[in-house]
T-cell receptor
Framework: GEDVEQSLFLSVREGDSSVINCTYT??????LYWYKQEPGAGLQLLTY?????DMKQDQRLTVLLNKKDKHLSLRIADTQTGDSAIYFC??????????FGKGTRLSVIA | GAGVSQTPSNKVTEKGKYVELRCDPI?????LYWYRQSLGQGPEFLIY????????DSGLPNDRFFAVRPEGSVSTLKIQRTERGDSAVYLC?????????????FGPGTRLTVT
């Protein structure tokens, strides 16, 4: 079945850029998503990219998609302590359910 | 309400008992999803409703799990003869239509602990 892989931890200093990486196996993925989960809160959709795009920018967030290598990344510019959370990569193909990675825990050091 | 709500927020039950978890989707959202998130894992799909019917229940782990959405709005996830391995956060999400086209909005989850 489909699989989504992420590194589990990332630590950055406040003000630096964070880059969270994700690989997926489903070559028919149509949308790829980044969700943020803070303690005790539900999942919040941060951004998404359609599979025929290779880059999307939204304020401090930049998503890069390498469809050939099935690699997705999320760059957060000027990382703040409020960005500390778990970030999930997810993919969908047609009307299939969302498939999530295990999440990357981002720690921002002041 | 403004978002997806789930009740209870926490549920502790003994092994072998029956539990019901409730989800109130955003008004007007026809699609509703249940996911289960175990500690240190990402959410895993359980079941998807489009209106009143279960369009995809391929994620339900076994026949102890069942979900209903009788009027196409509120949904209840039912777990019979609970086991310690059922302990997890159960997340509900809703969307205007089928996923892939419409964003899924998640509730805060119900944390189920089976002792």
């Amino acid at each position: 079945g489909e699989d989504v892989e992420q590194s589990l931890f990332l630590s950055v200093r406040e003000g630096d850029s964070s880059v969270i990486n994700c690989t997926y196996t489903d070559s028919s993925s149509t949308y790829l998503y980044w969700y943020k989960q803070e303690p005790g809160a539900g999942l919040q959709l941060l951004t998404y990219i359609f599979s025929n795009m290779d880059m999307k920018q939204d304020q401090r967030l930049t998503v890069l998609l390498n469809k050939k290598d099935k690699h997705l990344s999320l760059r957060i510019a000027d990382t703040q302590t409020g960005d500390s959370a778990i970030y999930f990569c997810a993919e969908i193909s047609g009307n299939t359910p969302l498939v999530f990675g295990k999440g990357t825990r981002l720690s921002v050091i002041a | 309400g403004a978002g997806v709500s789930q009740t209870p927020s926490n549920k502790v039950t003994e092994k072998g008992k029956y539990v019901e978890l409730r989800c109130d989707p955003i008004s007007g959202h026809t699609a509703l999803y249940w996911y289960r998130q175990s500690l240190g894992q990402g959410p895993e799909f359980l079941i998807y409703f489009q209106g009143t019917g279960a369009a995809d229940d391929s994620g339900l782990p076994n026949d102890r799990f069942f979900a209903v959405r009788p009027e196409g709005s509120v949904s209840t996830l039912k777990i019979q003869r609970t086991e310690r391995g059922d302990s997890a956060v159960y997340l509900c999400a809703s969307s205007l239509g089928p996923s892939g086209t419409y964003e899924q909005y998640f509730g805060p989850g119900t944390r189920l602990t089976v002792t």
